[in-house]
């Protein structure tokens, strides 16, 4: 049971104390009543007084019994059983006392030869099985909560009260052998000690039951101490009084009405307010439920009225449950929920923007079903009327409360138009290349023949004339090369002629190559033994020269230039890392885009240029299903990586 807050802990102490106050002021007021008039003028007009009070408490503790295995049912805490077992039995106990009291059938019948002894009997039964039993109830940890086709408490409560009811009747049955509680009114040494000791039993479950409530701030443990502790008062009246029919006495009964209604009136008004808090917590589910539905339609038009599509696809097999009219329009037909990801493709005619058919388990939904997000994947779309359009797709995983992928969403736009437009940018940059090549080759080819005809030229200046023609001739040609690459990967990409090879062999080539065309840097290789891939040789050793010198170009005070190989993780990685320039954080995002600068204007390393190496590199290590990234920090250098698939090994020896 959760700890109450303090505000709500002081309204419970409150609420016990005017309840303690208003038992104990009309037990007093009762005692005062009795010491004035004396207990005479009460049993003339009160005949029934004994039975009265009696059956009272008797129907009290039935009713704080059926209360509390009701709050059990529900809660399951082991101490409510055995509440309800001890007013059970004290309520099954006062009904013996009631039926076994003289005089209460007519002709002086009684179930009882000694009906004062036998009833005092059952007195003692009824006080001393709620002592114990409210004992009990603080130390058990049994019955915890069961399956509801078991109903072990209800076989332990007819248990408990067939025992209960076999004491009773073999009470009577036997009662010439139970010794003498009553002697001519006054109470025994045994009936005295025995009192005593409930004395005690009820005094030690007050202050136990007042530990609990104050370390749980359960108000049924504070009306268990109450109770209890009004008990404890009564069991002292009958140890002073001592006999029958005097003040003592009937005060006694007095406290045992005030300890019940205490029990009483305490659970009642628990399950009053009980029934208030599930009214207001109905109320607030009421409310939750309009506002989440009002959310939900509003998030319908927002997404029917969105001008991306959205789809959203369920777990594990990716079918798509809703979409927008959106989505619709852009695949060329209506959804189909019974189609998973496998035939997605074929069904909604999804191919790479190459023209390649899109594989299944690359798909974006695929993906973030895998607990992946997936940003910017270009995808081709034939509908059936024959006409094609592009879209960019974004998608990210659906998760449970439980952190679980239960679905994925996808929502993508169409770029057709801008794909047209790159369609005519490729095609302008396809035809400056090819008009650039014939002039440059031919200026190629004259200051090549002047440098024949005179080396030196015929001046030191000349001659420095034709070298720097001849070096731009050639720089000219590497960026006309370039954007043809370009194009051509954009349109046809070039097939991939994949051979086995050491990564880091390549590198071995590559690197005292590069080594060659700067004197301030010094380029270092770090190696493992054997890092095997199935690539296309030739342009991953593209990819590696244009990050040597990209790292080259941006180090323009020289230092040290380091690439490492290595295998991670079913992966080939390399890594190119200088201490130069840096890049700067705005400019990050843009380094893979084609014709983009990594420095500003002007900068150190900033050389007026087509740049279109990293974008081409960012191309072929993509075609071979690897991945090209980076980390940099202005004037702090970079370190570029990309990654292969690592080849499996062959062989028993485990060579390449």
């Given at each position: 049971?959760?700890?109450?807050?303090?505000?709500?802990?002081?309204?419970?102490?409150?609420?016990?104390?005017?309840?303690?106050?208003?038992?104990?002021?009309?037990?007093?007021?009762?005692?005062?009543?009795?010491?004035?008039?004396?207990?005479?003028?009460?049993?003339?007009?009160?005949?029934?007084?004994?039975?009265?009070?009696?059956?009272?408490?008797?129907?009290?503790?039935?009713?704080?019994?059926?209360?509390?295995?009701?709050?059990?049912?529900?809660?399951?805490?082991?101490?409510?059983?055995?509440?309800?077992?001890?007013?059970?039995?004290?309520?099954?106990?006062?009904?013996?006392?009631?039926?076994?009291?003289?005089?209460?059938?007519?002709?002086?019948?009684?179930?009882?030869?000694?009906?004062?002894?036998?009833?005092?009997?059952?007195?003692?039964?009824?006080?001393?099985?709620?002592?114990?039993?409210?004992?009990?109830?603080?130390?058990?940890?049994?019955?915890?909560?069961?399956?509801?086709?078991?109903?072990?408490?209800?076989?332990?409560?007819?248990?408990?009260?067939?025992?209960?009811?076999?004491?009773?009747?073999?009470?009577?049955?036997?009662?010439?052998?139970?010794?003498?509680?009553?002697?001519?009114?006054?109470?025994?040494?045994?009936?005295?000690?025995?009192?005593?000791?409930?004395?005690?039993?009820?005094?030690?479950?007050?202050?136990?039951?007042?530990?609990?409530?104050?370390?749980?701030?359960?108000?049924?443990?504070?009306?268990?101490?109450?109770?209890?502790?009004?008990?404890?008062?009564?069991?002292?009246?009958?140890?002073?009084?001592?006999?029958?029919?005097?003040?003592?006495?009937?005060?006694?009964?007095?406290?045992?009405?005030?300890?019940?209604?205490?029990?009483?009136?305490?659970?009642?008004?628990?399950?009053?307010?009980?029934?208030?808090?599930?009214?207001?917590?109905?109320?607030?589910?009421?409310?939750?439920?309009?506002?989440?539905?009002?959310?939900?339609?509003?998030?319908?038009?927002?997404?029917?009225?969105?001008?991306?599509?959205?789809?959203?696809?369920?777990?594990?097999?990716?079918?798509?449950?809703?979409?927008?009219?959106?989505?619709?329009?852009?695949?060329?037909?209506?959804?189909?929920?019974?189609?998973?990801?496998?035939?997605?493709?074929?069904?909604?005619?999804?191919?790479?923007?190459?023209?390649?058919?899109?594989?299944?388990?690359?798909?974006?939904?695929?993906?973030?079903?895998?607990?992946?997000?997936?940003?910017?994947?270009?995808?081709?779309?034939?509908q059936p009327s024959g006409r094609e359009v592009y879209i960019l797709a974004n998608s990210a995983p659906l998760r449970d409360a439980q952190g679980r992928v239960v679905g994925a969403v996808v929502a993508f736009q169409d770029i057709t138009p801008i794909k047209q437009q790159e369609r005519i940018r490729d095609d302008f940059l396809s035809a400056a290349a090819h008009e650039l090549k014939t002039p440059v080759t031919t200026i190629k080819g004259y200051a090549q023949l002047m440098h024949k005809w005179a080396p030196h030229g015929h001046e030191p200046r000349e001659g420095e004339a034709v070298e720097i023609i001849n070096a731009q001739c050639d720089r000219i040609n590497r960026r006309v090369q370039e954007m043809l690459e370009a194009v051509r990967f954009r349109t046809v990409p070039p097939e991939l002629h994949r051979v086995r090879f050491d990564l880091g062999d390549l590198a071995s080539e590559v690197v005292p190559r590069m080594q060659a065309l700067t004197k301030i840097h010094r380029l270092v290789l770090r190696r493992e033994a054997s890092v095997p891939v199935e690539a296309d040789r030739e342009r991953i050793e593209e990819v590696l020269v244009s990050l040597l010198d990209n790292a080259i170009k941006y180090s323009p005070q020289g230092g040290e230039v380091e690439v490492r190989v290595w295998a991670q993780e079913g992966e080939a990685v390399v890594s190119v890392k200088d201490h130069g320039v840096g890049i700067s954080r705005e400019r990050q995002p843009h380094i893979f885009e084609p014709f983009y600068e990594a420095v500003p204007s002007g900068a150190p390393g900033y050389r007026g240029v087509v740049a279109l190496s990293l974008y081409l590199s960012k191309l072929a290590v993509e075609r071979h299903k690897g991945r090209i990234w980076f980390e940099s920090e202005a004037g702090k250098g970079s370190t570029f990586y990309f990654s292969l698939p690592l080849a499996e090994k062959s062989g028993d020896d485990g060579r390449v």
């Open positions: 049971m959760a700890n109450p807050s303090p505000s709500s802990r002081q309204s419970n102490d409150l609420l016990l104390c005017w309840l303690l106050g208003l038992a104990v002021g009309l037990a007093v007021l009762h005692v005062v009543a009795a010491l004035l008039w004396g207990p005479g003028p009460v049993i003339a007009v009160l005949p029934w007084y004994v039975p009265t009070t009696h059956s009272f408490v008797a129907l009290a503790a039935f009713s704080i019994a059926f209360l509390a295995f009701g709050r059990y049912q529900v809660l399951r805490e082991p101490a409510l059983f055995w509440v309800g077992m001890a007013f059970a039995a004290f309520g099954v106990f006062a009904l013996f006392y009631v039926v076994s009291w003289p005089g209460l059938f007519p002709g002086d019948w009684s179930l009882a030869a000694e009906p004062y002894n036998v009833a005092s009997w059952f007195w003692h039964f009824q006080f001393s099985a709620l002592a114990v039993l409210l004992l009990a109830a603080l130390f058990s940890r049994r019955p915890r909560a069961e399956a509801a086709s078991g109903r072990r408490w209800l076989r332990l409560i007819v248990i408990g009260l067939t025992i209960i009811i076999s004491t009773g009747w073999l009470s009577i049955a036997l009662e010439r052998f139970l010794p003498l509680l009553v002697v001519r009114g006054a109470w025994t040494p045994l009936n005295t000690g025995w009192i005593f000791v409930l004395v005690v039993a009820f005094a030690v479950g007050s202050v136990l039951w007042s530990w609990r409530y104050r370390q749980t701030g359960d108000l049924l443990f504070g009306y268990v101490a109450s109770a209890e502790l009004i008990l404890t008062f009564a069991m002292l009246t009958g140890i002073i009084g001592g006999s029958l029919y005097n003040a003592w006495w009937y005060w006694q009964r007095i406290l045992w009405i005030a300890a019940f209604s205490v029990m009483l009136f305490g659970l009642l008004s628990e399950y009053v307010g009980l029934y208030r808090r599930e009214r207001d917590k109905t109320h607030q589910l009421e409310a939750l439920q309009q506002a989440a539905q009002e959310e939900r339609n509003r998030l319908r038009v927002l997404i029917e009225t969105a001008p991306a599509g959205i789809v959203f696809h369920a777990a594990p097999d990716g079918r798509p449950l809703l979409s927008n009219a959106a989505a619709e329009i852009m695949l060329g037909r209506p959804l189909a929920p019974e189609v998973g990801l496998a035939g997605q493709p074929a069904y909604y005619g999804l191919f790479r923007p190459t023209g390649e058919p899109f594989p299944p388990e690359e798909l974006p939904a695929s993906r973030s079903l895998h607990g992946e997000t997936c940003l910017g994947v270009e995808m081709l779309v034939r």
